[in-house]
């Protein structure tokens, strides 16, 4: 009995640890772009650029995990590409020019990507209908965990001076874990495969394709605002570095509070209700942060854009569901994509605005994304939803 509930804890954990790599390797962008421009010598939108390599990996690896999911063993998977993320992570220290880091950044993030579709797929053989729930919305948390404990840990170790490859190589570690992880557990009998007969193949009805648009919009609006938060806040208001980077773990601290919060008040009100709410609360807390006469509200804003989230990316996905109920199985992964490829165009588009204007026109182009999220949302309420 000991021995199965620990090697269930080892399957939960590689599915929770491969949202907190992720997580971790985006959250610090924003922090860590100054200190490395100064490092290579190159403006600091060039170093967010060159993130674009790790975003679009991702993107290629969610799209590659469609095809090679289901031909490699879950164990596998986990083994061999959290091995090899550790070990390009830890030895990014020998990199000595931005393209050759683009490339470790790019196969990191398609790495990240198949992980990601693998951890999902976990979790479904794992668990049963009604706790699938709860387990994506814990996956979302442990996503917010990493992003604030990775943004004050690096925030911290560049004040003491540390570089930033140690960022890096501090969640490399944490990838080897995932590996050990994988090799010592027993996945037992689980498959990929679903018996059953042939899905129907339905058309994706006009609300779904609006919210999948309205997941693009979310994730480049959220990242427009992270990537540069901690740069605004240096540049308008002359805060250091250790506060600045800190901003972005206040967002992280809202964003986990609210998903504690979400997981009970979605069972109350509904997941459409929330999402209708959610998108307007979200592009609220996204104005404050660059209308504030001062900075030093920026904390507290930034914690109070988190929560106001309540959790919309996870909510939004189960709406979705709601409004197409003979949805294909791979409708979510399919919206996860959509998601990622807010993400991964994120560093190159707004680094391009950051040079047209500056850091706060980033921010601002954060909140137009979420002003066209609402328009999306508010639309796909409108349209007749699928029928059974």
């Given at each position: 009995?000991?021995?199965?509930?620990?090697n269930?804890?080892?399957l939960?954990?590689?599915?929770?640890?491969?949202?907190?790599?992720?997580?971790?390797?985006?959250?610090?962008?924003?922090?860590l772009?100054?200190?490395m421009?100064?490092?290579?010598?190159?403006?600091?939108t060039?170093?967010t650029?060159?993130?674009?390599?790790?975003?679009?990996?991702n993107?290629?690896?969610?799209?590659?995990?469609?095809?090679?999911?289901?031909?490699?063993?879950?164990?596998?998977?986990?083994?061999?590409?959290y091995?090899?993320?550790?070990?390009?992570l830890?030895?990014?220290?020998?990199?000595?020019?931005?393209?050759?880091l683009?490339?470790?950044?790019?196969l990191?993030?398609?790495?990240?990507?198949?992980?990601?579709?693998?951890?999902?797929?976990?979790?479904?053989?794992?668990?049963d209908?009604?706790?699938?729930?709860?387990?994506?919305?814990?996956?979302?948390?442990?996503?917010?965990?990493?992003?604030?404990?990775?943004?004050?840990?690096?925030?911290?170790?560049l004040?003491?001076?540390?570089?930033?490859?140690?960022?890096f190589?501090?969640i490399?570690?944490?990838?080897?874990?995932?590996?050990?992880?994988?090799?010592?557990?027993?996945?037992?009998?689980?498959?990929?495969?679903?018996?059953?007969?042939?899905?129907?193949?339905?058309?994706?009805?006009?609300?779904?394709?609006?919210?999948?648009?309205g997941?693009?919009?979310?994730?480049?609006?959220?990242?427009s605002?992270?990537f540069?938060?901690?740069?605004y806040?240096?540049?308008?208001?002359?805060?250091?570095?250790?506060?600045?980077?800190?901003?972005?773990?206040?967002?992280?601290?809202?964003?986990?509070a609210?998903?504690i919060?979400?997981?009970w008040?979605?069972?109350?009100?509904?997941?459409?209700?929330?999402?209708?709410?959610?998108?307007?609360?979200t592009?609220?807390?996204?104005?404050?942060?660059w209308?504030?006469?001062?900075?030093?509200?920026?904390?507290?804003?930034?914690?109070?854009?988190?929560?106001?989230?309540?959790?919309?990316?996870?909510?939004?996905l189960?709406?979705?569901?709601?409004?197409?109920?003979?949805?294909?199985?791979?409708l979510?992964?399919?919206?996860?994509?959509?998601?990622?490829?807010?993400?991964?165009i994120?560093?190159?588009?707004?680094?391009?605005?950051?040079?047209?204007?500056?850091?706060?026109?980033?921010?601002?182009?954060?909140?137009?994304?979420?002003a066209?999220?609402?328009?999306?949302?508010?639309?796909?309420?409108?349209?007749?939803?699928?029928?059974?």
């Open positions: 009995m000991a021995k199965d509930l620990k269930a804890i080892s939960t954990a590689i599915s929770f640890l491969c949202y907190f790599v992720l997580s971790a390797l985006l959250a610090p962008i924003g922090i772009a100054p200190v421009a100064e490092y290579f010598d190159e403006p600091v060039n170093i650029k060159n993130f674009g390599w790790l975003t679009t990996g993107l290629l690896g969610a799209l590659l995990a469609v095809v090679i999911s289901s031909h490699f063993p879950l164990k596998t998977l986990f083994a061999w590409i091995g090899l993320i550790g070990v390009l830890i030895s990014v220290g020998l990199v000595s020019d931005l393209l050759a683009g490339l470790v950044l790019a990191v993030g398609m790495g990240c990507g198949i992980g990601l579709a693998a951890a999902a797929i976990l979790i479904t053989l794992r668990f209908a009604q706790r699938k729930a709860s387990m994506l919305i814990l996956t979302d948390a442990c996503f917010s965990v990493a992003g604030f404990v990775i943004a004050w840990t690096t925030a911290t170790l004040y003491f001076e540390f570089g930033w490859q140690s960022t190589q501090l490399g570690v944490f990838a080897l874990v995932i590996a050990a992880l994988a090799i010592t557990a027993n996945f037992g009998d689980l498959s990929q495969e679903k018996p059953g007969a042939e899905e129907r193949k339905l058309p994706w009805p006009t609300s779904v394709k609006l919210l999948g648009a997941l693009f919009l979310y994730t480049l609006g959220q990242y605002a992270i540069w938060l901690p740069i806040a240096e540049e308008t208001f002359a805060l250091n570095k250790l506060l600045a980077g800190g901003l972005v773990g206040q967002f992280w601290t809202g964003m986990f609210a998903q919060f979400t997981s008040w979605v069972m109350k009100i509904g997941a459409g209700r929330l999402v209708g709410l959610a998108v307007f609360t592009f609220a807390g996204s104005v404050s942060l209308v504030t006469p001062s900075g030093s509200w920026l904390p507290a804003l930034a914690a109070l854009w988190g929560f106001l989230n309540f959790s919309l990316l996870k909510a939004t189960s709406y979705a569901t709601e409004l197409f109920p003979d949805h294909p199985r791979n979510v992964p399919m919206l996860l994509l959509c998601a990622t490829g807010g993400t991964a994120s560093p190159l588009l707004t680094s391009a605005v950051v040079d047209l204007f500056d850091a706060r026109g980033s921010l601002i182009m954060g909140s137009i994304c979420y066209l999220l609402i328009l999306c949302v508010m639309l796909a309420r409108q349209t007749p939803r699928a029928q059974s």
